[in-house]
């Protein structure tokens, strides 16, 4: 069994992926892998000091590439306290693999040699320590995640939904809808075209989006656009007009000023009217403007409702589109869940059968050796 967990591999991800207004990215995981590994062996005769011994291992995890392989080793032991050893190996994921060394036993305590050399090989063999590989066996995996937040892509000459797969333009011509746009879907980033990923807040600030969209709902007051949606204002005002958001800016200042100086001729010429005695006239067109002025502002009203109404219903059917994929994705883990337990379930039977089939061959192994032992005696 592994002696530690899964563990993240530092570094960046090794790839991000958009996929509608979400980031997904892809990162390494260090997963320790399980096994066993066996080997049988014995003296050589006339050679007490010489053993050679065979054996084989296999390690795997879930997601991963088993690992099969088989062993040779040999050990000469000088004495109790030094001995030399050669190992060769091959798997199929490491290949080959070849070691050579020399132990050295250092006791520590009561000095037991005069002990040992009373017993047996098979069992001096008992007492010596465990082989284990020389590698610690793990294996990389990938995991995909979904970052926080969302994210909308600009191209020069994409006029899309601002979706990684229909990328839209910037909004050099329509910062009001832009501003409502993000606000409606909560969006946290924009990636534009060279992949950078910059905080939607900065966005509108830097290229003055902010101040672009409080001036189309100023114009919006103004009786030459009373009634108009800010689209409508944008496309009469902006399109083909303008090639910077400075640019931007400025077309709807210049068009402000010029509809305030319009409202200034118009009232210095009412209190014209007035002054020659067309008090009467005045107040009927007074009250006709204020009508239309009214009329005007419900309609507004009616067309801010209609357009809530238009938002909400394709929340709600994005919401409910989000949901159903939501519940497939579901459906397809637990699918591949079940399908996982019972590979896991069909392969531990599997191991259980090998491992009791080898401990039957390990028995019979070691009784034969005692027999021809005891024969020898």
Known sequence: MPLSSPKDIKGGPLKKQYIGYELYETTQKEIPLTGLDYEIGRTVPGLEDLSLYAGGYHFGAHHSKGMNGGRFRSVYAFNDYVSVNAEFQYDNIRKYSNFFGVCLTIPIGDDDSKKRKKLSPLERRMTSEVIRDVDIVSNAVKVTHKKEGKYIHIRNGQTGNYTAEQPGQDPLETPDTFKNF??????????DEGGNVIPVSYYMQANKIEESSQLVKELSTYPKY?????????NELLTGNTTSFDGTKDVLLKEREQLKALRLEEEQAQGDDEAHGGAERNLSKEAERESLI???????????????????LWKKTEDLRLA???????????????????AEEADRQLKLK????????AEEADRQLKLKEAEDK
């Open 182 to 191: 993000v606000e409606a879907n909560n969006i946290s980033f924009v990636v």
């Open 226 to 234: 009373l009634g108009k949606e800010a689209e409508e204002i944008e």
């Open 294 to 312: 009214v009329a005007l502002a419900e309609m507004e009203v009616l067309r801010a409702e209609e357009k809530r109404t238009r938002v909400a």
């Open 324 to 342: 159903a994929e939501e519940a497939d994705r579901q459906k397809k883990i637990k699918e591949a869940e079940a399908l996982r337990l019972a």
């Open 354 to 361: 090998q491992a009791e089939d080898k401990r039957l061959a």
